[in-house]
């Protein structure tokens, strides 16, 4: 009687592990061998020809180990490193040559690759044909009412473990801190649920540590170096960690986790596997009792920071979280944070701004750019950046890591790195914030800015137009907050003026803070508000060709606006917001300043119908001769518009360029402005074509000063 078993490794290893259950694998070899010569009806297993597949060399160095348990169990060993030749290859090597039909085959097998063995294979007429598997593959196919289809699980009593897991994340994240890795939130998360998965069924996973108190914990990041500490409960939520709050300190983390640990071990359904991940020796006698209640224990540690008494205790499994993870340093960081690429990421306030923004205010009242570490900790403390000395302590030395700080000298004076990106960064945006509430304060008269008010100033703040800068409310929010908690502003609820009941937010500045010093430029360096006085509009277009284009833009929309709602002036805001898509580094502001001191444009501050506050807005000088030649242009063009409208010829560059052939029209400026100023409209389906809006309050106007000549 022929009778042979397939064994599929690689799919088996896999589906295993897919579903959490860890597997003795010579146990899993001499089950399938005794357990299909018994199917086969054998009377010893030696008569049944047992052939275990995979391609060894993809399992690394576990490869051989995993050959010599087959081989020790009865097994041919048959290496395949392609898949997609699996059922060939063991056709040509065992059943070609084979002089007797099978009489039982058995495929230990989940994937279709084997299935073909089913059709290829020479069978006696009462032979049977079996599948061991997790799932059944035949369902519907030709070989459903062929092959006895057996779940693998039922047939060796394979029985899943459950697993919980409890991470004392704050002894872990300072662990790690202190032996150089970074906290790398996403990939410890990831590597965990993955190292878990491995030793069964995760029923229960659990985080514990001072979640949302400021400075208890090292910065947690992503994978750009961005930290993430607010974040940390929600991301491991999303993962099914639960983010158990305790105060900081050692005594807090220890009772709780205890106390979950001995109570969820006391119930009859507790997990067989338990796992600490913290290196504290005072868990050893609760990870003691667990022994004595027959589970299965292992600790994950940080080598360097795991006690002895953990490390020694022959009733306990130790697994290294260094090994299961691949954790950056903090060199490494610094190096791959500024990498190419890297500076199109969102820059968000960090931990590293408490440190640059503190320094600062420190060196200010000291009037010196040198400090000791120990009066930098002292800063961060009392603004709360941190809840101890060592935490601060731990923040300035990985600033150092990063190159914020600088030693400069032996006894602990440091200094802060003033061209380093994340300074730099910083001290931009603090001071661009700072600068809009000093002006809102100092020019409107007001005891307090509207935070909403102030989140659409910056907004607009052309300084702050850089890759990860300025993208949303929400980065402005982030950075407002971040001021806040650093105490350079002052956030309070006030009453609304119109209904007493609602509160809103205002931003104030602290009473110590003042006006950013502006950076003293060298002698080589143009100026950075250039004297328009006097520059004609062709020297002007010469010099800056962006400014120049965007005076014309500005004339002909704030003339629109004007006159079409009978106002002497337009709001700048407004207008910059229309403008803004042509607005190339700061066009508008220059076009804004050339226009007010050429006599073209007033700026000032205008009593708006809609508000009780006054807004800042700019009105034309209509009879400046920049003005009216801009204008006179604008006119030109649209009586050309309106001839091609009056022949009904299409309105495009050719047809244009045919009625004025003379003409020195940039037409795609031209058609530019008519579009932003509704005048034209593009022709659906048809590229570089317009439709005349006729009735336009401009093409009017034009077509009945023509009229009237």
Same mark, same amino acid.
């Given at each position: ?17 897919? %579903? ?22 054998? =009377? ?23 050959? %010599? =348990? ?98 004392? @994340? ?8 202190? !032996? ?9 998360? *990831?590597? @965990? ?102 589970? !299965? ?13 953990? *490390? ?5 499994? $130790? ?39 503190? @320094? ?14 120990? !009066? ?40 802060? $790195? ?57 980065? %402005? ?8 908690? *650093? ?9 609304? %003026? ?5 509160? $809103?937010? $205002? ?9 950013? &010093? ?36 500005? &004339? ?31 066009? @508008? ?56 409208? *009056? ?39 048809? &590229? ?22």
């Amino acid at each position: 009687m022929a009778a042979y078993l397939i064994v599929d490794v690689d799919d088996l290893l896999q589906r295993f592990r897919a %579903r959490g259950i860890s597997l003795d694998l010579q146990e899993l070899a001499v089950g399938l061998r005794g357990g299909a010569a018994l199917a086969a009806g054998l =009377i010893s297993a030696d008569s049944l020809k047992a052939v275990a597949v995979s391609n060894w060399g993809a399992h690394g160095a576990a490869g051989a180990n995993y050959q %010599r =348990i087959f081989r020790a169990s009865g097994y041919d060993v048959f290496d395949m490193p392609l898949r997609e030749s699996l059922a060939d290859a063991l056709i040509v090597h065992y059943f070609s040559f084979d002089p007797e039909p099978v009489d039982e085959l058995i495929l230990a097998t989940s994937s279709p690759d084997l299935t073909p063995l089913v059709r290829r294979v020479r069978t006696t007429r009462n032979a049977r044909v079996r599948m061991w598997g997790s799932e059944n593959i035949l369902q519907g196919t030709e070989f459903a009412n062929q092959v006895i289809y057996q779940p693998l699980e039922s047939l060796l009593g394979i029985q899943t473990k459950n697993v919980a897991v409890y991470v004392d @994340f704050e002894n872990i994240a300072i662990s790690l801190n202190e !032996q150089g890795f970074v906290v790398d939130l996403d990939h410890l998360i *990831e590597r @965990f649920v993955t190292q878990a998965k491995a030793h069964g069924q995760v029923v229960k996973m659990a985080a514990y540590a001072p979640w949302g108190q400021r400075g208890s914990l090292p910065p947690l990041v992503d994978s750009m170096g961005r930290e993430i500490a607010d974040d940390a409960p929600s991301r491991l939520m999303l993962a099914n960690i639960d983010p158990v709050f305790n105060l900081p300190g050692k005594n807090s983390a220890d009772m709780r986790i205890a106390r979950d640990v001995i109570t969820d071990a006391s119930h009859t359904d507790g997990a067989d596997v338990v796992i600490m991940a913290s290196g504290d020796r005072d868990f050893n006698q609760v990870l003691n009792s667990l022994r004595a209640r027959n589970k !299965q224990v292992i600790v994950w540690g940080v080598r360097g920071s795991t006690s002895r008494q953990l *490390e020694n205790n022959p009733g306990l499994t $130790v697994e290294y979280i260094e090994d299961f993870t691949n954790l950056q340093t903090h060199q490494s960081l610094s190096v791959a944070a500024y990498s190419e690429g890297a500076s199109a990421a969102a820059f968000t306030p960090s931990q590293w701004s408490s440190v640059i923004v503190q @320094f600062d205010r420190l060196a200010k009242a000291l009037q010196s750019e040198l400090m000791s570490v120990h !009066q930098l900790v002292d800063q961060l403390q009392d603004v709360g950046a941190v809840v101890s000395r060592q935490r601060g302590e731990d923040l300035v030395s990985q600033a150092m890591s990063l190159g914020l700080l600088k030693a400069v000298s032996a006894n602990g004076m440091v200094m802060l $790195v003033g061209n380093h990106p994340i300074v730099e960064k910083t001290r931009l945006i603090r001071d661009r914030i700072v600068v809009r509430v000093l002006n809102t304060l100092s020019v409107r008269g007001w005891e307090y800015v509207n935070y909403g008010f102030l989140l659409k100033g910056l907004a607009m703040d052309r300084e702050l137009d850089r890759p990860g800068f300025n993208y949303s409310d929400q980065w %402005r929010s982030e950075w407002i907050d971040c001021l806040v908690r *650093e105490q350079v502003l002052v956030r309070e609820l006030l009453p609304h %003026r119109h209904n007493p009941e609602d509160l $809103v937010p $205002v931003i104030k500045l602290q009473a110590d803070m003042e006006a950013p &010093v502006p950076r003293q430029r060298t002698d080589d360096e143009p100026a950075d508000t250039p004297n328009w006085a006097g520059i004609s509009l062709e020297e002007l277009e010469a010099n800056s060709p962006e400014t120049a284009d965007m005076v014309r833009r500005v &004339v002909i929309s704030v003339e629109q606006f004007t006159s079409f709602r009978n106002f002497t002036w337009c709001p700048l805001g407004s207008l910059h917001r229309r403008l803004r898509l042509f607005d190339t580094g700061m066009a @508008f502001q220059r076009a804004v300043e050339y226009l007010s001191e050429n006599d073209g444009a007033d700026i000032n501050e205008y009593q708006n119908p809609q508000s009780d506050f006054m807004t800042k807005g700019i009105s034309l000088n209509l009879n400046s001769p920049l003005c009216s030649d801009i204008l006179s242009q604008r006119d030109t063009f649209v009586r050309l518009l309106l001839a091609l409208y *009056e022949r009904n010829l299409p309105i495009s560059d050719q047809t244009v360029r045919q009625l004025d052939p003379g003409g020195e029209w940039d037409l795609d400026f031209w058609f530019s402005i008519m579009e932003t100023e509704n005048v034209l409209n593009a022709v659906p389906g048809r &590229v570089g074509q317009y439709s005349l809006f006729r009735t336009h309050h401009t093409v009017n106007l034009v077509a009945d000063s023509h009229r009237a000549k």
